[in-house]
Structure formats: C-alpha cells, structure tokens
Nanobody
Framework: QVQLVESGGGLVQAGGSLRLSCASSGRTVSNYAMGWFRQVPGKEREFVSSISWSGSSTSYADSVRGRFTASRDNAKNTLYLQMNSLKPEDTAHYYC??????????????????WGQGIQVTVSS
C-alpha cells in the first residue's frame, strides 16, 4: 500500500506561484512514475503532469506547459509541482498519484493505482 499526502495549496492571486508537495509513505515509489491531476466540480479529473521514476523525463498538459514544473526527490519520497504564472483557470483540486504499472511518464489516469486526497488551489483574478 502507498499513502500520499498533498500540501502547499491555498489562495493566490493571478500571476503568482505555488509549490505543491506530495509525500509518500508505505511501499516505496522510487521505481514508479508519478503524476499530478486536477479536478473542478462538475468536470472530469484532468491530467496535469507526469514524471518518470528517476525524474529525468516529464510530460505536461498543453494548458500548463511552460508554467508548471514537476520534480521529485526519491530520497525524501516526495513529489513536487512548481506552479508559476498562475491563472484563474488553474483553480482546482489537485491530486498526486503513483503508477505502479509505469516507470516512464503516462498521462492516462487509468494507469495510476494510488491517489492522495487532494488539495485545493484557488487563483483569484
């Protein structure tokens, strides 16, 4: 089993920055891809970013590419999402997840096995 806990969310003005963290415990996740997803009430959860087991490969949704950066510290069992130039449309509940089926990046939600409870990010205009 893997437990994931997100932190670092909150309220920020448009153009500002936030850094999300996702701490894992239980089974080691250093061999697996991890990802960030987000969801707005009434809409389906959408892919934000994925990072390979080593952190050497990342992928992003078109809507966040160039503004968001995913990274991981396997020694600390922690995944990060640096979010810059935030826009009101980035407002959502953000989730981190682990894919025990992939070591490289994947944007497909169905391949992620463990999920955190999520954390709210609100960007005011």
């Amino acid at each position: 089993q893997v437990q994931l806990v997100e932190s670092g969310g909150g309220l920020v003005q448009a153009g500002g920055s936030l850094r999300l963290s996702c701490a894992s415990s239980g089974r080691t996740v250093s061999n697996y891809a991890m990802g960030w997803f987000r969801q707005v009430p009434g809409k389906e959860r959408e892919f934000v970013s994925s990072i390979s087991w080593s952190g050497s490969s990342t992928s992003y949704a078109d809507s966040v590419r160039g503004r968001f950066t995913a990274s991981r510290d396997n020694a600390k069992n922690t995944l990060y999402l640096q979010m810059n130039s935030l826009k009101p449309e980035d407002t959502a509940h953000y989730y981190c997840a682990v894919s025990t089926q992939y070591a490289r990046t994947t944007s497909a939600e169905k391949f992620y096995d463990y999920w955190g409870q999520g954390i709210q990010v609100t960007v005011s205009s």
